[in-house]
């Protein structure tokens, strides 16, 4: 089931660039959640391509539809199938790309393995299959907005080589302040130009997403498969571009000795806390009440405006010249699907964690 | 099911650190193959404690008794049951760490969660339930060693800050010609020194593990959620200990441009090739058949022998000093560890490819 | 995942009977398949409304639309969404159902269970949901008959005590050769006479489905909880209005002694055989490679157009009057829903039986 | 995962009628609940061989160990491995099985499927494969009887054709007042002679299992495909010699009208009741808080001390002569493996019932 996703507030995927649409099916989502499309569309707008100067021109409304599991405007706990028709299709566009393989493109691979694939726009590979996870994203935070504190918020803290300070304010209003949603605002204009730069040359740039995770309960994550931090990162990694992912102090955090590196337990405000955040707000794969940090690497966009050496479907060498309308950077547009994936990871472990653990009181 | 791992070679894991023993089922072993606990036990005594001066001095034999699902030296297609009996268990030890929380480690999380620990030697989220892992392990990498070319070589890159050279050579036999399990000898001698340094100040310290694995076919991994980086990234972060993974060009890949970081293609000795592999031999979720190489960072260990601020099991502030044999870094014992996951992850993305795109040929 | 179906060859259903329509999106159908929506129509025109003068009169047409997963007529190995839109609704028919439950339906159940329901023609639980699972089920029935031997065939062998002689011969025509599907045409006229006699009463009949699923390869099926049967009867009470399954002998098996009951082997035309099949095609949960015969039973339609007793919203006593347009007996209309979940368990465990048993061979 | 049983209350079963041992692994355990050995040995002791005159005289104590999951007499919620060694073999007396197919049993299928296998008792097929279930169902059993009024009680209501009265009382005492666990006196004793009979001329006979759950709240089971009956119906499927199950009326109630076979609701002391419970406790697959009430079929016991004609596993044609311990009926012992199985689903679907519709409260 590769295109399902989540254990108890699952979701199943489907659609293709440019076939008939893209859509997603939620199934275990709670009854009685009022919900309508005004609840989706937001986040879909964040996602859509044409939102910016620094985004692909490619106009898409991406309007969403909701055809089950909604009744007088509340959900009756049955599936609920959301769909976006596809427009703007262009196919004369992808005669080039059905018979050569777009460099560090999925055209390869999936040729390769499935003997058979629609090469137009990408197909199943993509970043427009993301658009079904926005959707069924959308619905896991009204859920987690109506019943609890918990907020997720991703931004960008670096494009290319340009990094926001360490210190910066995080707030929603600060990320989506500016196009290319750093909440940092000078950072933010130097990120804008690197990615006008980049696309001027044809070229691209990658970057990095933080996203932090606030007032989460103690106790989400399942070990020891299902940890919080491990799902997390499957999800991460199941996103178009991403080539890594760390929580906590990461990568960097392997630079510190254990006396540094500890989070220190203290009693603030009648709580038990940590002085230090540098696991991220999971110990043992489970969340211990401090903000979940992490960080997802993407890489600079594959499509640049260059001529590339490649091979064609028979293995003889040529080359492509890249052509159409691209992001020349996919960062900005990650966010809200960062978010996504994140407030189901969420929301599938809170739902977990009661099950097996609140459910059933034995006394003592 | 989160002790589960795996679709179709499913592993159930159980056991606790000082309980009556650790172990695991197999569910969905070919039928027919060759295995005794000859097979097993090498890996398992390449993990164990106690095999060098830089690892804890806990002595465990860890004899791995295979129950179920051979039947006169040969597999039979049903569970495999495999179990190791807990020894050397020094209950009195761990009175101190029932009342107080030991930092960066799990004990907060799982009280707070289950309500119920048991805190000898960490209870479940030791590292010893890993021994269940390396076994399972040791069953997929003889299937695919009688079956394939596939080879997966882990190894440390790098200690606290101490790396070894991009260019080292990767063998199994220069991995295995130190007790650091780094292949460049030079840099392992350097490394073994600061393990041993941060021992005797009673610290620890991190490092990380590169994984490569050779030979794989072209079509392993599927879209979307099950891309092969994205279950890879899953298995790594279920692992005691880990911060981050990232396959290919990870995180400083971001730090280039789409001109540099595409991997052109070419035609090699009559097979479509890539010219670098920054991708980490996946494009789109999908193995490419370059090597997929990818790197896990794991944190220094979270026991020191040093006093440590921390609160007990009533929320009051204490301080607990750290004792007992531990490892001052567990990056070397990681190493069978990582390899055993990743040889689960291949034989599962083998299997399914095969029964999704191989069993059913249509005629043109 | 309650409306997920399936392992490797998985469907997710949605819709309901008066929402915006109902569908399915198939994961894990194997590419290069040639397939469009005249594969999927008959099977959708065998089960629709208004057929012939023994159904519903409501009129739909079903029209269904591939949506996904298809590329220049043939899949690519992504997942396929197929839709139907509902038409003909007529909400004002629900008003009083709103308010009262209907004896022997899911309407307080639901109510119950999920505290807000769509009450307009049974919602999620009218049989108007199997649309799906007939649309995914033509799929499977395809590549089966594209790649494979195996047939499968439901027919009626029971309308309320009316019942077929069992020497009657079974034929793809005959069944269709009527329109009860009973393929013994004595038998099914006395059969019709009785349905349009209940009808004409404002009551309504049940009756029994047998399915034979012959040229099955010996071995689909995986012990222990995956039982061929124990799928099967899964899928099979997984239907509305299904009250019981049953394979080979069944219940009345029972009354033979073990001397009797026994299917002996022999070897008929150079392969192995048995001489009698009260096994139903099964040993051990797996298939032997005689023919697979199982039945379901199907209880009287619990709509009739008679007042009966029953309680409202409140809890409060009163009585309902049934009206609409239903059929007097679902047996007829059930016979491409069992074909098509019988068809998909066998795709299902034909993928299974490979990846875990035909793709290693190991030296003896 | 054909080993692996339940979704949120899951066990993993492993082991051969005369391998080491057989056990089972449960996740998902809530935390917290009183638990040892003596609970799970009475539930061992009621399904052990040699526990009566008209069982097999084989005699093994089948005595349990929990090896992880319990600490101080509770449990943590981490897996529980529990273990029963084999005893009382006798590899010599297999031999000839090794060569010649037992009709009606799964050396043949077996053989075919895994091209290898156990032939001692059956190995994976033996009905010993049982115990673990039997474990594990004892620990659901456990749970609900400390946090509901929830009970399970199956009973022998037919042996060959001797039955039982439907109006006989049903209560555990009765059930377990003799050696046949059918509730009503006189028809027990002549069962027991029916299968001591049988057994004097070395044949074998079968029967019915019928279950009762009593008090299930409104609510369980999850429409479409994870109906509370179906997933009881593949729970029972699943065990050995069973052929049929259905749920309420059954098979017989296709015989009824619809007038005749609705539940007509009403309201008795003050809840929301059916007047007759024909549904056998669910409508549109979930429970409405009736009784309920399901059967099993259990073939006669293949196994028989008679000359039989079969193949051998060149597939030549021979005969084999029945030998060894057997049950001449494996009702009276399947008894506490239906409670088992159907305890495990009702504790399973509350766990999901919880988690999809309890946890979350929105706002009129």
């Avoid at 999800?235 to 955090?253: D, I, N, Q, R």
Wanted: net charge negative.
């Amino acid at each position: 089931m590769p295109n399902v996703f989540g254990k108890l507030f699952t979701i199943s995927t489907w659609g293709e660039s440019h076939g008939g649409g893209v859509g997603v099916v939620i199934d275990g989502c709670p009854p009685n959640l009022p919900l309508s499309e005004a609840d989706i569309q937001p986040e879909l707008d964040r996602r859509r391509p044409g939102q910016s100067e620094i985004t692909t021109p490619r106009k898409e409304a991406d309007q969403v539809q909701i055809l089950s599991g909604v009744y007088e405007g509340k959900t009756t706990g049955t599936p609920i199938s959301m769909l976006v028709f596809n427009k703007d299709a262009r196919p004369g566009a992808y005669s080039e790309m059905k018979e050569k393989f777009r460099p560090s493109h999925a055209d390869y691979t999936y040729q390769t393995k499935y003997g058979h694939r629609n090469p137009e726009g990408g197909g199943r590979s993509s970043a427009r299959e993301t658009i079904g996870r926005v959707a069924a994203g959308a619905v896991a935070k009204k859920i987690l907005k109506l019943t609890s504190e918990i907020e997720t918020l991703a931004y960008v803290t670096r494009i290319h080589d340009i990094s926001m300070p360490a210190d910066a304010e995080i707030s929603e209003s600060a990320i989506e302040a500016n196009i290319v949603r750093c909440p940092h605002e000078g950072t933010a204009e130097a990120m804008i130009e690197r990615i006008k730069e980049a696309r001027s040359k044809g070229d691209s740039v990658g970057g990095v997403v933080e996203c932090r995770i606030r007032n989460l309960p103690v106790g989400l994550g399942e070990p020891v498969f299902d940890r919080f931090e491990a799902d997390l990162g499957k999800a991460m990694l199941s996103l178009p571009a991403t080539k890594g992912f760390e929580v906590g102090s990461g990568f960097e955090g392997t630079l510190l000795k254990g006396s540094e590196h500890n989070d220190l337990f203290e009693n603030r405000d009648g709580r038990v806390r940590t002085k230090t955040n540098l696991s991220g707000g999971v110990q043992g794969g489970i969340t211990n009440g401090e903000d979940v940090v992490f960080r997802v690497a993407f890489k600079p966009t594959a499509t640049i405006l260059q001529e590339q050496a490649t091979v064609d479907l028979s293995g003889e060498e040529t080359t492509l010249m890249g052509r159409g309308r691209h992001d020349p950077c996919v960062v900005p547009r990650a966010i809200p699907i960062v978010e996504a994936m994140a407030n189901m990871v969420v929301l599938d472990h809170l739902m977990r964690q009661h099950a097996q653990n609140s459910l059933f009181t034995f006394e003592a």
